[in-house]
């Protein structure tokens, strides 16, 4: 198994992506520290994971706060005594144009999107240091390379994350450390936070309407970026150092 015995800090894993790739590292036996603001649902999926082989404790926080990647590191130093992986997939996606998006929405899209991030980063990356050796795996978007309709904050948060990573893998390369992006294309289920102002005949208009747009002539699925997030935190990946992995059946070849 490709993980086995490494210690992966995972962000946003309750629902959607974040879920699929905690899974995924679980089957090929990493030990996974999983962070979370939705706790309940957070402690299940934790619990489910725990019952059977796999090694895995939960932080509840908001990781726009520094508290929450002090505690997830401590964590998974105490815990398991190592920390060889960290993958930043917490995100949010609220819709609108810049006349559309208020001041707060705004805020909070890029504290959760792109601060997150930074802090986690800032948090473990001395810890990989000192060991010599860690990898770092962003989740992006394909809106951060190219402009989407009504997607302003998230696209521009996107956008940073990916100079982010660009940076750290620059840095922090010669000290051992990798650290790519993954930009996934548009996925059969919409993120946890359009699902409060969607309805399901929306939803799946919004299917319909974007699968013919996409050469594969489908959307893709949380599974799947699971795999290419996976691939850039193995070692099958170790001269991939600084890149934007695009996983969306060619939308924007």
Known sequence: MRFSGKTVIVTGVASGLGR??????????????????????????????????????????????????????????????????????????????ISQTDPTTWQQALDINLKSAYL??????????????????????????RASTAESVYGVSK???IMLTRTIARDYGPKGIRANAICPGVLESVMAD?????????????????????????????????????FLASEEASYVNGAQLTVDGGLTA
Request: one cysteine or more; aromatic letters at 4%; a neutral charge.
């Open 20 to 97: 699929a790739v905690a899974q995924s590292l679980a089957k090929e036996g990493a030990k996974l520290v999983l962070v979370d603001r939705a706790k309940h649902q957070l402690e299940d999926f934790v619990l489910a994971l725990s019952s059977g082989e796999a090694e895995a404790v939960e932080v509840v926080g908001d990781v726009s706060q520094e508290k929450t990647s002090k505690q997830a590191v401590a964590l998974a130093l105490s815990r398991f005594g190592t920390l060889d992986i960290l993958i930043n997939n917490a995100g949010i996606n609220p819709t609108g144009t």
């Open 120 to 145: 986690f980063c800032r948090e473990a990356i001395p810890h990989m240091v000192k060991a010599g050796r860690g990898v770092i795996v962003n989740t992006a978007s394909i809106a951060g390379q």
């Open 159 to 161: 956008a940073g994350l």
């Open 194 to 230: 359009r699902l409060t102002r969607m309805s399901a005949d929306q939803i799946a208009a919004r299917d319909q309407r974007f699968a013919p747009t996409v050469p594969l002539g489908r959307l893709g699925t949380y599974e799947e970026i699971a795999k290419a997030t996976l």
